[in-house]
């Protein structure tokens, strides 16, 4: 059987980024996307890269038969556009905010409006596999995660679920420009992007909430205190995301490792690795890797974790959640290898 | 059924881009791959982009048995190693340049040494399938063309088949800098190449004869001058070839667009496109895009043509070829989306 | 003596760039800079890299008394800023493309709206000090060229001027991004450039005629035909013009080597090198590197040029072209290393 | 008077660097330059961006009569070829790491051998103004500090210094490629450092202890435990480092501001700014810029400092120091824009 898929704005980043991921998939396929701006026109004429899709025309709204739908929309609009097809029982994947945080006082802090649809946010479930798969297959509404908590959660997890750290982190992550999206304006100019780095929204960043909710959510107790500073790097896709946090004892390299392989134990994406991980041996495939590092002369662990923003961290990471909620093997479609170089 | 492949050197980017290719081939299955340097250590742990191959290792020489073999060796090596599979009537593809150009004096010309293997040179099919599918479904022996060949001669062809253009053309050619391959010496380090372009080899590379040869050989007479200047840019994939040539009489846009599109009618790889094509387009897939211009004011057809050097440039074509010889659909493997942005 | 200048706009790149250079010029000091959309800021605020500027404001209006006026404005709206400085006996430098082409009707074709002052043209000299240098002393408006026609011209200058070459010429060019100013809009993302070649407006950009004037300038005749192609490359500053000619005789390589360094003599800003030039190597300085190379199997001269856009193809230029305006020494402030790596 | 100034190591990038830097100098003159591997050739032979060296040539030794050394030497060969000097009473510089660490045993457990010249550790002064201004003006052997330090010791120091921070910092730092020398081995190909970010030498490089010693040095007490992690992105110049430090007390903004432009008073090279600050901005000048910030959610001081790894982080700091050995004025030569865009 084919799965009929459709992704509500499929002319941002991470909704051409799904059209591309799909085309490959055994299972599924695309079979309505819009985009009210390009509405009217083929997916190929609008995205080069895409022309495999001979026919798909971009719509304004989804009016096929469709068996799941992913919203790549932004902030707020993606909650109305996906209220709608959760009330209809159709299975919905936000791959924007709006479902992430289950607190509504903390969206309306962090995103300076009222939640648009506080009664969907009991049954979303945040879609991070490697911490909630069979609350995943389970759901009708997925949160997909943000890409730096992506990283980030994925480099902490097994450390935090053990009680192996602090309850205090800090997350330095360095990104590609792709992760801000396809708009041009302010400060994502070549040249200004080029031979540079700096940071951002330092310590205030709406993604800190969601690593500090999803962590705490492994272990009892009140939410950990996360610093969380992002970065923008002159790359176009990738995170790389090193997390600090003391440890609470003596551990070994070989403990440490073995904590986090047990953990990870069979997830098919997230690989526990023996150097430093590069951004680039994941660009285009679903891979994360993680590496931790014992600081034996501070008592610090170090965990340094990379993936493609928009695999991974966005459209990949929609496939994979939409594997499990429709009963397909997890890795269908998504286990490939990477461009490189 | 599924074929066996043996790559040969695989651990330059051509033979690793071939490998990344192969793993989602519907027909045909990578089992022996060679890499001296590496011989004894798994793929995965070489190169960690290509970590869904679990187990296969890498050897000194390929022992299994197989259907087909693709070299990548450098040139010269590469004929001596391509040598004994023709002779056992194994399909063999050559990605490197030693059975690319028919006369073994122009090669040792522009290769600087005697040919490696002159007597197989006959039976030598030039892989271009928009010019030779016929002639390559029944060949035992396949030349690959070099990346800036292919661009080329994709660029020119229907020019040059149709007699619009005079027997003089200049190419203008923009690479990435892994054309040049793995090595890092001589003026690959990142802080030499990054924010430059320069030119080398100024009409004397040997990829000049190659397109001499290959567009000469699409109509009657003597070989057309090719004057091919190759420049380096500072990204890792892609080659943006800007073809130029007198206009032998008036024509039209109009004309010019349908002369292409007939010309390439139902090539799967080939798309003539409406406006100034991206590199970018291409990253990843196998893929060449071809705008041509009249130049009204000075009689003159430009041409520009962009594909990725690894894929249609090099390991897609590649396995183009061996769908085309072994007798699988053209694009088995390789219908895919490029990878954006 | 201390000559004080104005540039009006100095909020784009060459406006910028002028304020750069100018900050180090041992004769002549930015006394006053317009920028509206900045006006009331201090250039420090408002640019940090010039944070040596610790009290310079950027006005509405150049108000202070200045010896020298610098227009970096764009087209047309350059030409009305310029005009009054020029009718008061100012001497001024239009760094826009407004007083370069000597033939309104021919604006009119390529900028698509008639000349701003065209009675001001006769006046204007073409600010190329290798070809122009006496004119240029005594002119009180000159056209500083453009990027693309001052690498290009340079490059041919010397064969065109010894009737080396046919009247037919083609130029391929390579620009980084910010020949286009510092705009966001319309394929300058980062995400779009990255990885990317392309070239635009093939044949048909405002530069073409620009080229073909002053090269039809240096010998008796018509104007030659140019076939101009420009290409954006991933990088920031930079172009690369590779110029191909047609040999009217046999040359030998010394020959044209000869002839270039004679043509040349004692510019002190324009190199005849001898091997493939680097834009890199003139990254921040006022230098124009030339290489010229004979095809002998196609008859061809090929010369590859480079220089850095924002200073020999724009502000170092204006300085340039100030000092000689001004009497001072043509080298005045410009005589510094490029910045490598 | 014009001071004559020795380059030991002008091949390297550092080396070369200050030949830039020192063109430019209104009192010294760099009169001569040693790189064994380029010995007897120009300078603007071996590098086309310092054609403005029109005869000096590259020699063996330093023969002539210099006032003061400056070497670039790697590590260890440095100490070395710095020791004459020192001992003949000439003021010397060393760019190297070889005179920072004031404890020989850190220096062997760090760098793998004996330290070559133990006798001179006690007159090196650490050549940073900001810290040690007036130690600086009466040494005659300068420890230069390394590019990792420099950024994170201008970023930290008033925090220390004040008691605002704990004894427990992380520096998180990201550079360009340049900082890793002009060798192009292992890992500096253009094609494996674009478009990746990787972390190395985690908590394990050997500017770690000189970040530790020199925080340490700035108030009573052991050292601080410093975790530092350096990261590669793909740029050429540039460093930026993100440091995290819990905060002792609760302070304000405006407090930090204050302590911090209070601390930095009148030092003409770092300046205190109100936005996360861009390498881009201090590409090829002396500035270093720092922005502090309160995470008042988690107690954490963040501070991010950036800087030009070969100018304030290399050559131009060790022009500073060369200012102040000789009584110069500190920002002599020093005092110019950066380059931008």
């Given at each position: 059987m084919t799965y009929r898929v459709g992704i509500i704005n499929v002319t941002g980043f991470a909704g051409m980024e799904a059209a591309r991921l799909l085309w490959s998939h055994p299972s599924a396929q695309l079979v309505a996307a819009t985009g009210r701006s390009l509405a009217g026109k083929k997916l190929r004429e609008a995205f080069p890269h895409l022309a495999v899709y001979r026919d798909l025309v971009i719509g304004d709204e989804i009016e096929d038969d469709v068996d799941i739908v992913m919203s790549a929309l932004p902030t707020a609009a993606s909650a109305e556009a996906c209220a709608p097809w959760v009330r209809k029982g159709i299975p919905t994947i936000d791959i924007a905010a709006d479902f992430r945080l289950r607190d509504p006082g903390a969206y309306e802090e962090w995103f300076g409006q009222p939640h648009p649809a506080p009664d969907l946010l009991e049954q979303a479930v945040y879609g991070l596999p490697e911490l909630n798969r069979d609350r995943i297959k389970a759901a009708k509404l997925v949160a997909n995660p943000g890409c730096y908590p992506a990283t980030s959660l994925l480099a902490l997890a097994p450390a935090m679920a053990e009680g192996l750290i602090e309850d205090s982190v800090v997350v330095d992550a360095k990104s590609g420009v792709s992760g801000a999206g396809r708009g041009t304006g302010g400060g994502f100019a070549y040249a200004d992007v080029n031979e540079d780095v700096s940071a951002y929204?330092?310590?205030?960043?709406?993604h800190q909430p969601e690593i500090a909710q999803e962590l705490g959510a492994l272990r009892e107790g009140p939410q950990p205190r996360v610093t969380f500073v992002p970065h923008l790097v002159p790359m176009t896709r990738g995170i790389h995301a090193t997390c600090y946090a003391p440890l609470r004892r003596d551990v070994s390299r070989d403990e440490v490792f073995r904590l986090y392989r047990d953990f990870y134990g069979d997830a098919p994406f997230t690989a526990v690795v023996e150097s430093p991980p590069h951004t680039k041996h994941t660009l285009g495939n679903n891979m994360c890797l993680v590496h931790p590092v014992v600081d034996e002369r501070n008592g610090m662990l170090v965990v340094a974790g990379v993936l493609d923003n928009l695999v991974k961290g966005a459209a990949g990471q929609a496939i994979e959640n939409m594997n499990l909620m429709l009963g397909l093997p997890q890795d269908a479609g998504l286990n490939i290898p990477a461009v490189f170089p």
């Open positions: 929204k330092i310590a205030n960043h709406n």
